[in-house]
């Protein structure tokens, strides 16, 4: 069934690739010699580092969407990276899973950091704060993705 509501990562992917250009790049990450490879939701190389952008909008374990970079990191020891995780709509308070999954995807990350203490940095955000409804992602769709971008370009912009 497909969703009726906005879809928050391809509105925020177009407003980023439409301020930054050629540096939001779409490709396979590759996780190791392996050749195990994903994609993360949106990706930026701004030179000093890679950032990687995740929205979780349904994701049920969005501590796989953490887990994969502390994988890159052992295979990339020379690479910076800066993931950024958004819980969305899919992520209410009123789910039982809500405070334990997002736990779980701090603790992975903290883990990660301490792994990698000059490679990692973890920013959690989350799109309940804004106080929008269910129904406002049927019909305020542009209005989140402009709110999303300005938490983003703070992060986007420092080094």
């Known amino acids: 069934m497909k969703s009726e ?16 250009g050629d540096k939001v790049i779409s490709k396979e990450v590759y996780l190791s010699k392996e050749k ?9 190389n701004n ?13 049920t374990h969005p501590d796989t969407n953490v887990s994969k970079y502390w994988v890159y990191l052992e295979g990339n020891l020379n690479k910076k990276v800066k ?22 995807s ?5 883990k990660i950091k301490l792994a990698f203490p000059k ?9 309940k704060d804004f106080n929008y409804s269910q129904e406002d992602y049927k019909n305020k769709g542009t209005e989140i993705t402009d709110k999303v971008i ?7 912009d420092r080094d």
Request: cysteine-free; glycine content about 6%.
């Open 83 to 104: 993931l950024i995780q958004i819980f969305g709509r899919g992520f209410s308070e009123t789910e039982n899973n809500y405070t334990s999954r997002k736990k779980l």
């Open 5 to 20: 509501f906005f879809n928050l990562t391809k509105g925020v992917r177009g407003k980023l690739k439409s301020l930054l």
């Open 47 to 59: 030179g000093s580092e890679l950032i990687f952008i995740e929205i979780e909008e349904s994701q």
């Open 150 to 156: 300005e938490l983003l370009k703070e992060y986007i």
């Open 106 to 110: 701090e603790f992975i990350a903290k």
């Open 119 to 127: 490679n990692f940095a973890y920013v959690p955000l989350n799109l």
């Open 36 to 44: 195990i490879s994903f994609k993360a939701d949106i990706q930026i």
